[in-house]
């Protein structure tokens, strides 16, 4: 009993760690002093100003749009990638798998500068595009580490079999492989838009003119004070993801409970 | 066998497909950014330092899209454009930071037949323009203003009147300091009684040693957020650009402002135009439109720094157009001196020595 | 042979195309730029320069803080862990979930509500003021930095340790048990050794980026604390140096080579714990 309490006051103890600049946030968003420092009373005109806020909600949707596209491209460049680095032999194996965790391991602000050193030696004039290839280039090889176990688990036996039966690869790909990694690869992707989405460093040192994420947007409005429609917006993400998980991790429990009856 | 021919083609051509959608990716921007159909206009300047509702009130005058990205000091600022990957159509640098990429042939002239509207500049600041742009040729000012120092008067036993508060004890982690490499040493030159363009190498090692015996009495080194953390009463004693006092006072009536008797800096704001602009006839029309007199009065009464543009000081108010804070008297003013830039030797010193500074 | 590789490899092509050209050459360039002066000759010295008492006591600093904070995030996650195991099994991916659901929120706004949180008449210090407790002066200091870090990544230790711990069989521990095992035993001769892989990612997941972090010592440290991170980014954006700066990440890809090579050493060919 003592132990169960202890270990409570434990869970309590980190959840408020971890949510307390959270819930810091949300009440700001609701202060009617444009200042960070001082409490100017309840409104709500934050979130009406949000929405006629042009600049912040580009900065949105170009955040949105980034994270997407990278979570895709890196999750379809990634899923080939292990499924081919699988049949490959160990040594080789191995040093792939080592080159794929160089940006895992990596300091964030060595890759950042090394893209842009890379995009200013070529010559390549900052802009989406740079933004986008750095954030696919941090998020394969979380993908490759996603989905990598799964494919080893599948084994090779049962998709050379649907061959030996005729299946073509690309059927057998579909219906044998696939529906093995899926878990996986939707992991990765899950993994990399939250990435993409949270990345801060990697933005900052590739992007190009007028091209602002919600990062880099916070980052220069910090020192002058962050704008109240901001903590407004993030409450607004926070919660909406915050219902999609609820809904669905409740999802399964409810049909459940249909299916029961 | 057949198959596997197949098979190899297509492996072969997915290959290609996507390694040339990879490098059209990249050549992609390159293109999209040579043939700018001329509708666009890049703005790189300071934080908050333009009231939103005139690059609105610009775009619906002119149909031109208006690109805007910020930046925190003058030394952020200058790689950027130096390196050349991002090209911007107007940029708000300094005084001494317009001189240098005069020198370093960064950018463009302006066409003053564009801008009429130009007129409206005072004299005397063009005349203290010619200091770091000799003819007038580069930039068009913006805003002007000093250094000083913000204080609570509730927290500080007297009104401060000379740098020496911010080497004061009494304040020890009261204090805010700046975290720009020229505004730090500057004011401890002045202090010191020298000039602020020093590079007399044992004048600058003095101020270093000062800076270094400062460091345990500053709260923070920072930049803008002076103004936050001076409204919610977390430092006594703040250096700050004069521009910043009005919206502080606002927001906290017990701040006050003073420019110690030692003299400080007085700067000037200017637009420029990047030699790589490619929309320069944009950048020109939308000078042309801040220097209207009711655009300025507008944003003035937004980013609350001095405007030299003089048919908009005689719009404002009375109290805005005495308030020395933000027009300092003239005996005040010949007491600071202009940042100029000081050749790369003499930046690379005070770079190293504010590294030394810092990372004590 | 040659027909036979092509086939079987071909599908690895996109990303192998992708390693060669957004993780090598990059690498390489930064390697090239650490390795020359600004007229493009040769010379040691950016490296070198990690002598120069400035860099060493940022790089010393960077180590002591990323080392304070990694030890306290395994001390905080290792019991974490185990306590979310004990849990029931189907709350899994809600568990995971609590752990990703904050880093919708901003990094930056998260470590900016902190400054908020622990600022002199901040939220923390007016909570304390009510209860008549002494006020709390962190910020500003390398403490604020720690405690910023150990908030931005605890998660990363969480998670890794509570995979590996999710998968040790409870078979395993209870024939430890039955073989006269006391709990103390069972967690250092059984628990503890198995869940190393898990441990070992973990440290790297939050050693590394506290080590080379710029923007929690920005926001948290007043600007009066230079890390090694902070140097590195000043030599790129503002001192305009880019030798110096790439000189210096070479030091540092040199500490995360190191770790690499332990992380391999602990975990042979089980990429897989990382995450």
Same mark, same amino acid.
């Given at each position: 009993?003592?132990?169960?309490?202890?270990?409570?006051?434990?869970?309590?103890?980190?959840?408020?760690?971890?949510?307390?600049?959270?819930?810091?946030?949300?009440?700001?968003?609701?202060?009617?002093?444009?200042?960070?420092?001082?409490?100017?009373?309840?409104?709500?005109?934050?979130?009406?100003?949000?929405? %006629?806020?042009? +600049?912040? &909600?580009?900065?949105?949707?170009?955040?949105?749009?980034?994270?997407?596209?990278?979570?895709?491209?890196?999750?379809?460049?990634?899923?080939?990638?292990?499924?081919?680095?699988?049949?490959?032999?160990?040594?080789?194996?191995?040093?792939?798998?080592?080159?794929?965790?160089?940006?895992?391991?990596?300091?964030?602000?060595?890759?950042?500068?090394?893209?842009?050193?890379?995009?200013?030696?070529?010559?390549?004039?900052?802009?989406?595009?740079?933004?986008?290839?750095? *954030?696919?280039?941090?998020?394969?090889?979380?993908?490759?580490?996603?989905?990598?176990?799964?494919?080893? %688990?599948?084994?090779?036996?049962?998709?050379?079999?649907?061959?030996?039966?005729?299946?073509?690869?690309?059927?057998?790909?579909?219906?044998?492989?696939?529906?093995?990694?899926?878990?996986?690869?939707?992991?990765?992707?899950?993994?990399?838009?939250? &990435?993409?989405?949270?990345?801060?460093?990697?933005?900052?040192?590739?992007?190009?003119?007028?091209? #602002?994420?919600?990062? /880099?947007?916070?980052?220069?409005?910090?020192?002058?004070?962050?704008?109240?429609?901001?903590?407004?917006?993030?409450?607004?993400?926070?919660?909406?993801?915050?219902?999609?998980?609820?809904?669905?991790?409740?999802?399964?429990?409810?049909?459940?409970?249909?299916?029961?009856? | 066998?057949?198959?596997?021919?197949?098979?190899?083609? +297509?492996?072969?051509?997915?290959?290609?497909?996507?390694?040339?959608?990879?490098?059209?990716?990249?050549?992609?921007?390159?293109?999209?950014?040579?043939?700018?159909?001329?509708?666009?206009?890049?703005?790189?300047?300071?934080?908050?330092?333009?009231?939103?509702?005139?690059?609105?009130?610009?775009?619906?005058?002119?149909?031109?899209?208006?690109?805007?990205?910020?930046?925190?000091?003058?030394?952020?600022?200058?790689?950027?454009? $130096?390196?050349?990957?991002?090209?911007?159509?107007?940029?708000?640098?300094?005084?001494?930071?317009?001189?240098?990429?005069?020198?370093?042939?960064?950018?463009?002239?302006?066409?003053?037949?564009?801008?009429?509207?130009?007129?409206?500049?005072?004299?005397?600041?063009?005349?203290?323009?010619? $200091?770091?742009?000799?003819?007038?040729?580069?930039?068009?000012?913006?805003?002007?203003?000093?250094?000083?120092?913000?204080?609570?008067? /509730?927290?500080?036993?007297?009104?401060?009147?000379?740098?020496?508060?911010?080497?004061?004890?009494?304040?020890?982690?009261?204090?805010?300091?700046?975290?720009?490499?020229?505004?730090?040493?500057?004011?401890?030159?002045?202090?010191?009684?020298?000039?602020?363009?020093?590079?007399?190498?044992?004048?600058?090692?003095?101020?270093?040693?000062?800076?270094?015996?400062?460091?345990?009495?500053?709260?923070?080194?920072?930049?803008?957020?002076?103004?936050?953390?001076?409204?919610? #009463?977390? +430092?006594?004693?703040?250096?700050?650009?004069?521009?910043?006092?009005?919206?502080?006072?606002? $927001?906290?009536?017990?701040?006050?402002?003073?420019?110690?008797?030692?003299?400080?800096?007085?700067?000037?704001?200017?637009?420029?135009?990047?030699?790589?602009? %490619?929309?320069?006839?944009?950048?020109?029309?939308?000078?042309?439109?801040?220097?209207?007199?009711?655009?300025?009065?507008? #944003?003035?009464?937004?980013? /609350?720094?001095?405007?030299?543009?003089?048919?908009?000081?005689?719009?404002?108010?009375?109290?805005?157009?005495?308030?020395?804070?933000?027009?300092?008297?003239?005996?005040?003013?010949?007491? @600071?001196?202009?940042? *100029?830039?000081?050749?790369? $030797?003499?930046?690379?010193?005070?770079?190293?020595?504010?590294?030394?500074?810092?990372?004590? | 042979?040659?027909?036979?590789?092509?086939?079987?490899?071909?599908?690895?092509?996109?990303?192998?195309?992708?390693?060669?050209?957004?993780?090598?050459?990059?690498? @390489?360039?930064?390697?090239?730029?650490?390795?020359?002066?600004?007229?493009?000759?040769?010379?040691?010295?950016?490296?070198?320069?990690?002598?120069?008492?400035?860099?060493?006591?940022?790089?010393?600093?960077?180590?002591?803080?990323?080392?304070?904070?990694?030890?306290?995030?395994?001390?905080? +996650?290792?019991?974490?862990? &185990?306590?979310?195991?004990?849990?029931?099994?189907?709350?899994?991916?809600?568990?995971?979930?609590?752990?990703?659901?904050?880093?919708?929120?901003?990094?930056?706004?998260?470590?900016?509500?902190?400054?908020?949180?622990?600022?002199?008449?901040?939220?923390?210090?007016?909570?304390?003021?009510?209860?008549?407790?002494?006020?709390?002066?962190?910020?500003?200091?390398?403490?604020?930095?720690?405690?910023?870090?150990?908030?931005?990544?605890?998660?990363? &230790?969480?998670?890794?340790?509570? #995979?590996?711990? !999710?998968?040790?069989?409870?078979?395993?521990?209870?024939?430890?048990?039955?073989?006269?095992?006391?709990?103390?035993?069972?967690?250092?001769?059984? !628990?503890?050794?198995?869940?190393?892989?898990?441990?070992?990612?973990?440290?790297?997941?939050?050693?590394?980026?506290?080590?080379?972090?710029?923007?929690?010592?920005?926001?948290?440290?007043?600007?009066?604390?230079?890390?090694?991170?902070?140097?590195?980014? %000043?030599?790129?954006?503002?001192?305009?140096?880019?030798?110096?700066?790439?000189?210096?990440?070479?030091?540092?890809?040199?500490?995360?080579?190191?770790?690499?090579?332990?992380?391999?050493?602990?975990?042979?060919?089980?990429?897989?714990?990382?995450?």
């Amino acid at each position: 009993m003592m132990k169960k309490s202890l270990r409570n006051i434990y869970l309590a103890l980190i959840f408020i760690l971890l949510y307390a600049p959270i819930i810091t946030l949300m009440v700001l968003s609701f202060n009617a002093s444009k200042s960070r420092a001082k409490w100017g009373g309840f409104t709500f005109k934050w979130y009406i100003e949000l929405f %006629q806020n042009q +600049a912040i &909600m580009e900065s949105l949707y170009l955040t949105l749009l980034l994270a997407f596209l990278s979570a895709f491209i890196a999750t379809i460049i990634g899923t080939a990638a292990c499924i081919g680095i699988n049949r490959m032999k160990k040594g080789p194996q191995s040093i792939i798998m080592g080159i794929t965790n160089i940006p895992l391991l990596n300091a964030e602000i060595v890759t950042g500068i090394s893209f842009m050193l890379m995009f200013i030696a070529f010559d390549i004039s900052l802009g989406f595009n740079t933004v986008l290839i750095g *954030h696919i280039s941090f998020n394969i090889p979380y993908v490759i580490l996603s989905v990598m176990p799964k494919v080893k %688990q599948t084994g090779k036996s049962s998709y050379e079999a649907a061959l030996d039966l005729g299946a073509t690869p690309i059927y057998a790909f579909w219906k044998v492989i696939l529906p093995d990694i899926l878990p996986g690869i939707l992991s990765g992707f899950l993994l990399s838009f939250t &990435m993409s989405l949270d990345d801060f460093i990697i933005t900052y040192f590739t992007k190009g003119r007028g091209i #602002n994420t919600l990062s /880099t947007k916070i980052y220069s409005e910090v020192k002058k004070g962050i704008k109240p429609e901001m903590y407004a917006l993030s409450t607004l993400l926070f919660l909406s993801v915050l219902i999609l998980l609820i809904l669905v991790n409740r999802l399964p429990k409810a049909k459940e409970k249909i299916n029961n009856k | 066998m057949k198959k596997n021919k197949c098979k190899k083609w +297509a492996a072969l051509f997915s290959c290609i497909a996507l390694t040339i959608f990879s490098i059209t990716s990249c050549g992609n921007k390159d293109s999209s950014q040579d043939s700018s159909d001329s509708s666009d206009l890049y703005i790189y300047n300071w934080a908050e330092y333009i009231d939103p509702e005139v690059l609105t009130m610009f775009e619906k005058e002119t149909g031109i899209q208006v690109h805007y990205d910020e930046f925190e000091t003058n030394e952020i600022m200058y790689p950027v454009i $130096e390196a050349g990957a991002i090209s911007y159509d107007l940029v708000c640098p300094s005084d001494y930071m317009i001189q240098k990429m005069i020198e370093n042939d960064l950018l463009a002239e302006i066409n003053f037949d564009n801008i009429p509207n130009f007129s409206n500049i005072d004299e005397a600041q063009l005349t203290s323009a010619k $200091e770091f742009d000799s003819e007038n040729k580069y930039s068009v000012p913006y805003c002007w203003g000093t250094v000083g120092i913000l204080y609570n008067t /509730t927290m500080v036993e007297e009104a401060p009147d000379s740098w020496a508060v911010l080497w004061d004890e009494k304040y020890k982690d009261n204090i805010l300091m700046q975290d720009s490499v020229r505004d730090a040493f500057g004011i401890t030159l002045k202090y010191l009684g020298y000039s602020l363009n020093s590079v007399t190498e044992s004048q600058l090692q003095e101020a270093k040693e000062l800076l270094i015996e400062q460091r345990p009495l500053v709260q923070g080194y920072v930049v803008d957020q002076v103004r936050d953390k001076m409204i919610g #009463n977390e +430092a006594a004693i703040g250096v700050i650009y004069s521009g910043e006092v009005l919206y502080c006072q606002q $927001e906290n009536d017990d701040l006050a402002y003073v420019i110690p008797k030692e003299g400080s800096n007085v700067w000037l704001d200017c637009w420029v135009i990047p030699k790589n602009a %490619q929309n320069k006839e944009n950048a020109e029309a939308f000078l042309n439109f801040l220097c209207k007199p009711e655009i300025a009065v507008k #944003n003035f009464e937004y980013i /609350t720094y001095a405007t030299p543009n003089k048919a908009a000081k005689e719009l404002l108010a009375e109290e805005y157009q005495t308030n020395p804070a933000v027009f300092p008297p003239e005996s005040i003013l010949s007491k @600071c001196e202009t940042f *100029h830039y000081l050749g790369q $030797e003499a930046e690379e010193l005070y770079n190293s020595l504010w590294k030394e500074v810092r990372s004590k | 042979m040659n027909k036979t590789f092509f086939k079987k490899y071909f599908i690895s092509g996109p990303y192998l195309f992708w390693m060669i050209a957004f993780t090598i050459i990059p690498i @390489c360039l930064v390697i090239y730029y650490g390795l020359t002066d600004k007229s493009g000759t040769f010379t040691l010295q950016n490296i070198m320069s990690i002598t120069t008492p400035e860099h060493f006591k940022a790089l010393w600093l960077s180590l002591l803080l990323s080392l304070a904070s990694t030890v306290i995030c395994l001390l905080l +996650a290792y019991p974490l862990a &185990m306590i979310l195991k004990g849990l029931s099994v189907n709350k899994n991916s809600f568990i995971v979930f609590i752990f990703i659901l904050p880093m919708w929120m901003n990094f930056l706004l998260r470590t900016l509500a902190w400054q908020t949180i622990l600022e002199k008449n901040g939220v923390l210090n007016t909570l304390l003021e009510i209860l008549h407790l002494p006020s709390l002066n962190i910020i500003n200091t390398p403490y604020a930095i720690i405690f910023g870090m150990v908030y931005n990544f605890l998660p990363f &230790m969480v998670l890794p340790i509570y #995979n590996v711990l !999710i998968k040790i069989d409870d078979n395993v521990i209870h024939a430890a048990k039955d073989l006269g095992a006391n709990s103390v035993q069972t967690f250092f001769k059984i !628990i503890f050794p198995l869940s190393i892989p898990g441990v070992i990612s973990g440290i790297t997941m939050v050693f590394i980026p506290s080590l080379t972090t710029f923007v929690i010592s920005n926001l948290l440290g007043g600007g009066k604390i230079y890390l090694i991170g902070n140097i590195i980014e %000043q030599e790129f954006t503002t001192a305009y140096n880019w030798h110096l700066g790439s000189g210096l990440s070479m030091v540092l890809m040199v500490f995360i080579l190191l770790n690499m090579i332990l992380t391999f050493k602990f975990d042979k060919g089980e990429g897989g714990a990382v995450l």
